[in-house]
C-alpha cells in the first residue's frame, strides 16, 4: 500500500506555518508517497450545522491554512510525493480561478497533482462565500464541465447555469494528460452516482480507534460506483479508491495500521493518507507518528 500523510494545515500543527516545509520534506524523506490539504474557511460561533454529526466546530478548525498555497509549496520543496486534495469545496470557488490554481500545481509538480473535490457541510461557510449552499451539487457539477473544457479543448468556452466562460485561448494545460485525476468525497446515493459518472475515483474514511468495517466502508460503496459506472458506459475497473485515515487523539499508530492492513486486505485500497491533525501536538509529533505508521506498516 503507499501511505500518505496530511500537510500540518489545521490547529495546533498549523501556528508554525514555516514548519510546513519542513514536514514535507521530511515526510517524503520517510518514505511518504503522498501529501495531503482539506479545504475549510472558518468556525462558526454558533453554527448552523455541526461537524461529522455532531452540534459544534472542532476548536482545530479555528486556525486554517489555504491549501493552494500549502500544495504550491509541497510541489517546490519536494520531487517524488503525489500532491493531493481531500477535499477542495469547489462551489466555493468559480469554476476558471479554480482550474487555474489546479493547472497550475499540477504544473508546478510536473505532474503531481491528485484532484479531490467535494461539496464541504457547513451554511456559514457558503455564506461567507456568498454562495448558495442548495445549489451546490448543481455548481459541482458545472464546475466538472468547465475543468475537463479547461484541460482539454482549446480555445476554451463554457455556458452554464451558474458561469459563463467566453471563448478564449488557455495555452497553459496540465503536465498530466488528459488531466490529473479527479476524485469525488461524498457518502450519500447521489454523490456516489456522480463519482460513477464523472470522477476517476472515490475517497472514504476511516476513524481510528473506532470500529472500521472495510465491507460498509469501502466495499460495498465502491460496488455501487461500479455497478453505476457501468451502467453509465464507462470501465468500472478504471475507478479509484483513496482512504483518508483520519485518527483522533485515543488512536496510537497501532490503531492507524491496523485500519490500513484491513483496507488493503479486506477492501483492495492501494493507497491511503493520514491525516494527523487530531493526533499530533506540533510538528514534531506528527512526523515521529508518520515514522511509526511507515515503519510498522512496512512502506517502502
Known sequence: MRIGFALPQFGALAHHPEDVVRFARQAEELGAASLWVGD????????????????????????VLDPFALLATAAAVTGRVQLGSNVINAPWYPPAVLARSLTTLDALSAGRLLVGLGTGWSPEEYQAVNVPMAERGRRLDETLDVLTAWWTTDPVEHRGEHWTVPAS???LKPATRPHPPVYLGGFVPTALRRVARRADGWLPIAVPP???????AVVRPMRRIREAAEREGRD????????????????????????????????????AFVDLTYAAKDVDQALEEARRVLDRAGAP
Open 40 to 63: 475549510r474557511l472558518l468556525a462558526p460561533v454558533r453554527p448552523t450545522v455541526g461537524y461529522a454529526g455532531t452540534d459544534t466546530i472542532p476548536p482545530e478548525f479555528r486556525v
Open 169 to 171: 485561448h488557455i495555452d
Open 210 to 216: 473506532g470500529p472500521f468495517d472495510p465491507e460498509a
Open 236 to 271: 468500472p475497473a478504471a475507478l479509484d479508491v483513496i482512504l483518508r485515515v483520519n485518527p483522533t487523539s485515543a488512536a496510537t499508530a497501532g490503531d492507524i495500521v491496523t485500519v490500513l492492513a484491513r483496507a488493503e486486505a479486506e477492501a483492495g485500497v492501494r493507497h
